[in-house]
């Protein structure tokens, strides 16, 4: 089929010569450059686009623009490609595109659903979500499916998106959100002081609703000034041009989010460029010029396509050549909309007839239309549409719009389309963005911004303006007034001001709502909400069962819960609501707008943070070393740990016995470089650490290694670790791998705020070190073999630390142990870690060292009964409670942090959880962490609960399994029995006993 | 997004940057042992949360790593005023007229 509905070649915005070729919902069609999915379709005279979500009814493309809610598509010909839920209106026509409705099935022409009546209307009245979330949830999920297959709003691509992403953060002094007349007059305005300004608008080009007018500018039309004035603008360097950039978002602090389609209209797969781009504004000013939205009429069947918005038609004829349909029948509240059945009739299609609710008006653009020829009918209103999958004709009627009633018999008209204005709306979701609250400005009968604590400034439409020649001159203005405020320019603005004439127009009519002559309930149905299927009579319907408030009446009847958030409904709902509850409209209020204005795709906004940029890692110097000896690694924080180092054909479990039998036997080796190491110095750190830790450090001496573990102020246990003292003022502090970040913020707290009087400094040097941990009876033959001093016992205690050079290298040992063997902790600087860690390897090599990871480190320390800080503790936890108390200085003279709360009355509590040991009385069965611990095994549900397991492992050098746990007073309940109710329904019995399993005297540490 | 003033790097930086540390200005005491539990409690868990100016305690955490004050609205966002430690606000809710 050929483009029925294209025009003689009039509009320069579309390119005759370039023919596009598409697909909807599998047919072919063709277009041109320049057309969207929209215009090309009503060229085609394709009438259905979709089905409606809740009663399956036939819909057509009702607007132009973002207001969209009927012709929303799924876009792409690939399950890489494809996009959910894209506005027709909004996407540009590209050669190859495929389209499909998102909301019709089995098809739109036939719809099976509405045939055998599935969800019919009397299975989802209004509040039909509300209610069905309140019932049982079987009721949801009987419906679940048959909903998201009969109204799904798209889906989501299969496959990983082939496209790239990226964000640009910018400043600027004026940022101008909409390229209309008021936006671009006050873009030139602004940019004439010099100030950096930035205009964005969502359209494929500049210039807004003067793109499709044709009141003439300075002489021209006014697409001709667009021209000039965005040439100039794009010649000055103060100037960034957004085209194709919608503001998503308007957020605290004059941030402007906006995203960029770089390459959207060039179809799939544009690979040489990124495909969208998210800008972040940070602007001084922010000058809002979003326009009006047009309001469509709220009456009988309205949404049969072939209803459309009258400045919609307009824009079809003067833009995209396209004349929707043959006989026009325009309804209408004011003088404006009559534009359209002028266009309609230049275009040489029929008009029917112009049905104007108002009374009488002797506007200009009345008479003109009148002169043409065109019938009016005053003091009437079309009540009702004929037809199904395209309007066949409408009934008009007398109304009395105060009464709400029809007056007089209707009389029938056959037509095929039906444009309506109900008059316009401000587009005020933006300034909504940032809590203001919008106020109702009654002579316009709109909602405009209220007050607002951003440096916002708002002119054009979006202030209820609409005369053209008022419109571009407060754009000037506002534009000069928005630089001085930024710190540029006089604040007027200095040149000749365009010129044109407004229309005179008569007063226009507010009506929200066309009554018919049957009640509200009774009559056709009246669409309000078009995406939600929201009728008046659903509104009212809401009202009489007692939601009053517009936010609730929003939630019980959907009402602006489609992607469209209302755009074309909200305010007719708001109106009908507000007369049905006998209020004023500014006695209801509005509802409030949030981000997105339209929805914005995950990988814009996830930019070029994907993959393996989605998160930093961190690694040891030693990495490659585990890669090479087929480490599995785990993640801890940001690092990547060796979890453990399986042999080929080894299960995890196997060589998690074997690293822990070699290391307890002759010498295991870890990397333990992502310990977090703070340097601390200055003359005041003894008396520091003795405030932050809970044990004593004034007689810490030079050489000494001391373990020390930090509460907060509340007495509970967040880190641990060794802190060795390198000089009289200067110590080394080592943290857990995942607290380093926190434990260095928590010194710096009490440092800056509390206490700086004291003279002391933190520097993080976790990533200056390379520490490798040798652990075993035979790690000081290993250690011998490559280091310059003598590491005997003798003269190398048991909790001190050593200068040595090992394997050539300056390193600090500490003879400290988490493994309860002897061990030896050595620390080179971190470009020497690969150098050493071989060295070490290859000295180990004839005790046959082994490699171990983090999970053979967490069951040796277990077996030894040492906490991990986020493990075995968790925010609550006391060392008391750890029946750690040889680690709290008894006779510190500072009260140091967490102190005076282990007075309180709650942490005195003898029936606390407390750390102690459990032995399964299976001694091959494993429990699993995080299990509950009951002490009555047959009580009755709901059990009592006294704890659960923290560290649970099988010890192959025990020979049996074990595990930490807290439990209520457990301290004192050593040798009694608990038990453990799994989830798989078994109840395990286990005995307590002390946390130290493994070498209970700590002798083998000591050797 | 918060675009927040750092007193110590005397420049605007984006909230990114930062982390919120809870209410400003509250004093250890110096004395805790000879204090009531319930003294106690109140420096420990009890905080403000008003509706209107509050002074809070941010950190520059991914800067100069400084913990700073802010006078801040917590109903419309705005920054009235970030200081140093040990300074005073200048800004108050009593100024303006709140309780
Ligand atoms: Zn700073």
């Given at each position: 089929m050929s483009q029925v509905n294209r025009i003689a070649a009039s509009s320069k915005r579309i390119n005759r010569n370039r023919t596009l070729t598409f697909t909807f919902n599998g047919k072919e069609y063709q277009g041109f450059e320049g057309d969207t999915v929209a215009s090309a379709l009503l060229a085609n005279g394709v009438d259905v686009v979709g089905r409606s979500f809740k009663y399956s009814r036939p819909r057509g493309i009702i607007t132009s623009d973002s207001q969209e809610p009927n012709a929303i598509f799924q876009i792409g010909s690939t399950q890489a490609t494809t996009i959910p839920n894209p506005r027709a209106t909004q996407t540009d026509l590209y050669h190859g595109l495929a389209a499909s409705s998102t909301n019709g099935w089995p098809n739109v022409d036939f719809d099976l659903m509405s045939t055998v009546g599935k969800l019919g209307g009397s299975m989802m009245p209004p509040g039909f979500y509300y209610k069905t979330f309140m019932f049982p949830q079987s009721l949801w999920m009987s419906y679940e499916h048959l909903i998201r297959k009969g109204a799904g709003l798209g889906s989501s691509p299969q496959q990983a998106d082939p496209d790239s992403y990226d964000k640009m953060h910018h400043h600027c002094d004026v940022m101008i959100v909409g390229a209309g007349p008021a936006g671009l007059a006050a873009a030139l305005s602004a940019a004439q002081t010099g100030a950096r300004v930035i205009i964005s608008d969502e359209q494929n080009e500049f210039g807004g609703s003067l793109l499709c007018s044709k009141q003439q500018i300075d002489g021209e039309l006014p697409s001709q000034w667009v021209e000039k004035t965005v040439a100039q603008l794009a010649t000055m360097d103060n100037v960034l041009l957004l085209p194709r950039s919608t503001v998503f978002g308007y957020y605290d602090h004059n941030l402007v989010g906006i995203n960029e389609r770089r390459t959207d209209h060039l179809g799939e797969n544009q690979l040489q460029s990124t495909r969208q781009r998210v800008h972040k504004v940070r602007a001084k000013q922010v000058i809002l010029a979003t326009g009006a939205h047009e309001r469509p009429l709220v009456y009988g069947n309205n949404d049969v396509p072939g209803c459309m918005l009258a400045n919609a038609v307009s824009t079809y004829i003067n833009r995209y050549d396209v004349v929707p349909g043959n006989q026009l029948v325009l309804m209408t509240t004011n003088d404006n909309a009559y534009k359209t059945a002028i266009d309609w009739h230049q275009a040489g299609r029929k008009v029917v007839t112009i049905v104007d609710t108002r009374e009488s008006s002797n506007g200009e653009l009345v008479k003109k239309a009148k002169k043409l020829g065109i019938n009016v009918i005053f003091g009437h209103a079309v009540i009702e549409v004929s037809g199904s999958k395209r309007v066949k004709g409408v009934d008009i009627a007398p109304i009395n719009a105060v009464n709400h009633s029809v007056t007089g018999a209707a009389k029938h008209f056959p037509c095929d389309t039906v444009a309506s204005s109900g008059g316009w709306s401000p587009v005020i979701h933006l300034s909504s963005h940032t809590g203001s609250r919008p106020v109702w400005n009654e002579d316009i009968a709109g909602f405009v911004p209220g007050e607002t604590v951003q440096q916002q400034h708002i002119c054009g439409g979006l202030e209820g303006v609409y005369d053209l020649s008022k419109v571009i001159s407060a754009g000037f203005t506002t534009g000069a007034v928005a630089a001085q405020a930024a710190g540029k320019g006089e604040g007027s603005y200095a040149g000749t001001l365009p010129q044109t004439s407004d229309p005179q127009e008569d007063a226009s009519m507010a009506l929200f709502h066309v009554p018919h002559s049957k009640k509200t309930s009774r009559a056709p149905k009246q669409f309000v909400d078009y995406q939600n299927d929201v009728t008046a009579a659903g509104i009212e319907l809401a009202n009489r069962e007692g939601f009053e408030s517009i936010e609730h009446v929003k939630r019980y009847t959907a009402l602006g819960f489609g992607t469209d958030q209302g755009k074309l409904g909200n305010i007719n709902g708001m109106a009908i609501t507000a007369k049905s509850l006998g209020k004023t409209i500014p006695e209801t209020g509005t509802t409030i707008f949030r981000p997105m204005y339209t929805p914005t795709t995950f990988g814009a906004l996830a930019g070029a943070d994907v993959k393996h940029l989605f998160d930093p890692a961190r690694f040891s110097a030693m990495h490659k070393w585990h890669l090479d000896n087929g480490a599995e690694f785990e993640d801890v924080g940001q690092w990547k740990r060796p979890w453990y180092f399986p042999k080929p054909g080894e299960a995890m479990q196997d060589a998690l016995e074997r690293e822990c039998l070699a290391t307890r036997n002759s010498v295991g080796i870890l990397d333990a470089s992502t310990l977090g190491k703070i340097d601390i110095q200055g003359k005041d750190a003894r008396e520091f650490l003795n405030r932050v830790y809970t044990n004593p450090w004034s007689k810490l001496a030079v050489g000494k290694c001391r373990y020390g573990v930090m509460c907060k102020e509340d007495g509970m246990v967040f880190d641990d670790g060794v802190t060795a003292c390198l000089e009289e003022n200067r110590f080394i502090m080592t943290t857990t791998t995942g607290g380093a970040a926190g434990v260095l913020q928590w010194l710096e707290l009490w440092h800056q705020t509390e206490w700086p009087e004291l003279e002391v400094y933190f520097s993080t040097v976790t990533d200056h070190w390379s520490t490798m941990t040798i652990s075993g009876p035979n790690s000081r033959k290993v250690l011998e073999k490559i280091c310059d001093v003598d590491v005997s016992n003798d003269n190398f205690k048991y909790m001190d630390w050593i200068e040595a050079k090992v394997a050539g290298v300056k390193a600090r040992i500490f003879r400290i142990s988490f493994t309860g063997e002897l061990s030896f902790e050595i620390n080179v600087q971190a470009n020497y870690g690969m150098h050493t860690w071989q060295a070490v390897m290859a000295a180990g090599e004839e005790f046959d060292i082994t490699p171990y990871g983090t999970e053979t480190m967490h069951i040796l320390r277990a077996e030894k009964g040492f906490i991990i800080v986020g493990q075995d503790t968790d925010g609550s936890v006391t060392p008391q409670d750890l029946d750690m108390d040889w680690v709290v200085g008894k006779k510190k003279e500072f009260s140091f942090i967490g102190k005076r709360s282990w007075t309180r009355y709650d942490n005195k509590r003898?029936?606390?959880?407390?750390?102690?040991?459990?032995?399964?009385?299976?001694?091959?069965?494993?429990?699993?962490?995080?299990?509950?611990?009951?002490?009555?095994?047959?009580?009755?549900?709901?059990?009592?609960?006294?704890?659960?397991?923290?560290?649970?492992?099988?010890?192959?050098?025990?020979?049996?399994?074990?595990?930490?746990?807290?439990?209520?007073?457990?301290?004192?309940?050593?040798?009694?029995?608990?038990?453990?109710?799994?989830?798989?329904?078994?109840?395990?019995?286990?005995?307590?006993?002390?946390?130290?399993?493994?070498?209970?005297?700590?002798?083998?540490?000591?050797? | 997004m918060l675009h927040i003033h750092c007193p110590y790097c005397e420049e605007m930086r984006e909230e990114e940057e930062f982390s919120p540390a809870g209410q400003a200005h509250i004093q250890r005491p110096l004395n805790p042992e000879e204090l009531s539990d319930e003294q106690w409690a109140r420096y420990l868990f009890f905080r403000k949360n008003p509706r209107g100016l509050h002074h809070e305690l941010w950190l520059h955490a991914h800067g100069c790593r400084k913990y700073f004050n802010m006078t801040r609205n917590s109903v419309t966002y705005q920054i009235m005023e970030t200081y140093k430690m040990g300074a005073k606000p200048s800004i108050t809710a009593s100024e303006e007229g709140q309780s």
């Open positions: 003898d029936d606390r959880k407390q750390m102690v040991g459990l032995k399964p009385k299976d001694p091959n069965f494993v429990l699993p962490e995080g299990a509950q611990i009951v002490f009555e095994k047959n009580q009755s549900i709901p059990m009592t609960m006294v704890g659960h397991v923290t560290s649970s492992y099988y010890s192959a050098c025990m020979g049996y399994s074990f595990a930490l746990a807290v439990v209520k007073g457990g301290i004192s309940r050593k040798g009694q029995s608990v038990f453990l109710p799994l989830s798989d329904g078994t109840t395990v019995e286990a005995e307590i006993c002390s946390p130290v399993f493994y070498d209970p005297k700590g002798d083998r540490q000591n050797v | -």
